[in-house]
């Protein structure tokens, strides 16, 4: 059984949860194969995990709902 490759679209959905590890295993793995072979997802994988240790090295629990919502803005212009 082989499954079909992911479209970027795919990645690009579950990118969030891949990169919180909130997803199995196996889809884990399929993402970081079209990371690989995709320069697109990679570098948006990238500024995601990178956004992510710079909301975590400012607090991200304490985040006021303004940066939240500056951060999504920033993501979605990326
Ligand atoms: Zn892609």
Redesign the pocket.
């Known amino acids: 059984m082989t499954k079909p490759p992911?479209?970027?679209e795919d990645?690009?959905k579950h990118l969030v949860a891949y990169l919180d590890r909130e997803i199995d295993a196996e889809a884990a793995a399929d993402i970081e194969r079209?990371?690989e072979?995709?320069?697109?997802?990679?570098s948006?994988a990238e500024f995601e995990r990178k956004l992510k240790a710079q909301v975590r090295a400012t607090g991200a629990a304490a985040a006021p709902e303004r940066l939240r919502a500056r951060i999504k803005e920033m993501v979605e212009k990326f």
């Not at 072979?37 to 990679?42: K, M, N, T």
């Open positions: 992911l479209s970027c990645v690009l079209h990371l072979d995709c320069r697109g997802c990679f948006r």
